[in-house]
């Protein structure tokens, strides 16, 4: 793989990742409900969660959700649900007041990060995304797994910095709003955009 080549991935990666999708909103509502120090627990649970769906796009998944709408469908179903039921969950979650930004965080590092992990690798969109994105950065004329490999610990090196910087940045920002009030009101937020997200989810084609 040329240097020239792998800049063109990591330029075009980076314009993708800056913009939002549901992987960041249940990041942002893990840093702003149960402080930094939790939500730490999102920078592996998706990094994983992206790792899986490459992979698994990469070994031919992408080509069987491309050919059978039935898959596609069952899994963009349950992806969307899981995503409602955690903007529910959030909405309901009760207010722990702390002056300690990382202190009492509502729930468990286990919990974040296979939440973050479940709704980053069942999404069906990432596969596709994957087995579409990729193959486009591949020089024919090389071997091709050694490339596969570079761009896949690439892609995920750039994710976990992208949700590192999510992560402290949201998390600086609930130091100066956290209230019981105020926390109840980004819970809300936040768990309104998870449910949005899972609703849009249901009308991918």
């Known amino acids: 793989m040329s240097y020239e080549l792998w800049i063109t991935f990591v330029a075009a990666s980076a314009a993708l990742l800056a913009i939002p999708g549901p992987t960041v909103t249940i990041v942002a509502g893990y840093a702003l409900s ?10 592996p649970g998706v990094v994983l969660g992206d790792f899986t769906a490459m992979t698994a796009s990469l070994l031919g998944a992408g080509a069987i959700l491309a050919t059978s709408a039935t898959l596609f469908t069952a899994l963009k179903l349950a992806g969307a649900a899981y995503l409602i039921w955690l903007g529910i969950k959030l909405w309901r979650a009760k207010t722990q007041f702390s002056m300690d930004a990382n202190a009492g965080a509502p729930q468990s590092k ?11 690798a069942l999404n069906p969109k990432d596969i596709m995304f994957f087995i579409a994105f990729v193959p486009q950065f591949i020089n024919t004329s090389e071997p091709v797994l050694p490339q596969l490999i570079i761009l896949e ?9 992208n949700i590192a910087l999510w992560t402290i940045s949201v998390g600086h920002l609930r130091s100066s709003i956290i209230t019981s009030r ?3 009101l980004m819970n809300r937020i936040g768990g309104s955009f998870l449910i949005g997200a899972g609703v849009l989810t249901t009308a991918t084609r």
């Open 34 to 43: 149960s402080g930094r120090s939790a939500a730490w627990a999102t920078v």
């Open 110 to 120: 286990r919990s974040i990060f296979w939440n973050c992990y479940l709704v980053t």
């Open 153 to 161: 610990f690439t892609f995920l090196a750039m994710v976990a910095a």
């Open 182 to 184: 105020r926390m109840r």
